[in-house]
T-cell receptor
Framework: KAGVTQTPRYLIKTRGQQVTLSCSPI?????VSWYQQTPGQGLQFLFE???????NKGNFPGRFSGRQFSNSRSEMNVSTLELGDSALYLC??????????????FGPGTRLTVL | AQSVAQPEDQVNVAEGNPLTVKCTYS??????LFWYVQYPNRGLQFLLK??????LVKGSYGFEAEFNKSQTSFHLKKPSALVSDSALYFC??????????FGTGTRLTVIP
């Protein structure tokens, strides 16, 4: 099976712009989670989607949003970019089989730089 | 709330020596604990997990971790370090909100 893919791998934007990142989960996985990784804050959970519905959300401002399509692919959008949004954005997919935890498989990430 | 802590930002070890990367946890109920590794410009790679069962968990690349309930620890270990083990290591716990809470990471450097 192919792993989790994220596009683009690298992105440079300027303050005030918006950006959309894409994540394709492992075939058959219906859960997609997004994480932000920065040197100062470490790895932080953004949100999780399952069957096109946001199931859980971390503590991020409303500028961060996402969606999931019927094929389980997910996009993450950040509007009105700030310098502090520069980070590695990681996507993880999971089978969400109903066990009390959902094994997560991570993609390579999208490195966003805001100038 | 579920959380983990990694008390060491940096661990240096000589090649061939045993290595330990520390992790302590704070959870209510039974913890689901994980170790991930991150190489430069790469995503996170799963190493091992503790769900239930034996306290000594064996994982990928010769790594193992010991779950210690009395000390609330889940330290990552390897008997003989390789230079290629140099990377960033994250301990994580599965939260009730269907996501992983990560520690701050420990950078392991194996010195030739």
């Amino acid at each position: 099976k192919a792993g989790v893919t994220q596009t683009p791998r690298y992105l440079i934007k300027t303050r005030g712009q918006q950006v959309t990142l894409s994540c394709s989960p492992i075939s058959g996985h219906r859960s997609v989670s997004w994480y932000q990784q920065t040197p100062g804050q470490g790895l932080q959970f953004l949100f999780e989607y399952f069957s096109e519905t946001q199931r859980n959300k971390g503590n991020f401002p409303g500028r961060f949003s996402g969606r999931q399509f019927s094929n389980s692919r997910s996009e993450m959008n950040v509007s009105t970019l700030e310098l502090g949004d520069s980070a590695l954005y990681l996507c993880a997919s999971g089978p969400s089989t109903g066990r009390s935890y959902n094994e997560q498989f991570f993609g390579p990430g999208t490195r966003l730089t805001v100038l | 709330a579920q959380s983990v802590a990694q008390p060491e930002d940096q661990v240096n070890v000589a090649e061939g020596n045993p290595l330990t990367v520390k992790c302590t946890y704070s959870v209510s109920g039974n913890p689901y604990l994980f170790w991930y590794v991150q190489y430069p410009n790469r995503g996170l790679q799963f190493l091992l997990k503790y769900i239930t069962g034996d306290n000594l968990v064996k994982g990928s690349y010769g790594f193992e971790a010991e779950f210690n309930k009395s000390q609330t620890s889940f330290h990552l270990k390897k008997p003989s370090a390789l230079v290629s083990d140099s990377a960033l290591y994250f301990c994580a716990v599965w939260t009730g909100a269907n996501n992983l809470f990560f520690g701050t990471g420990t950078r392991l450097t194996v010195i030739p």
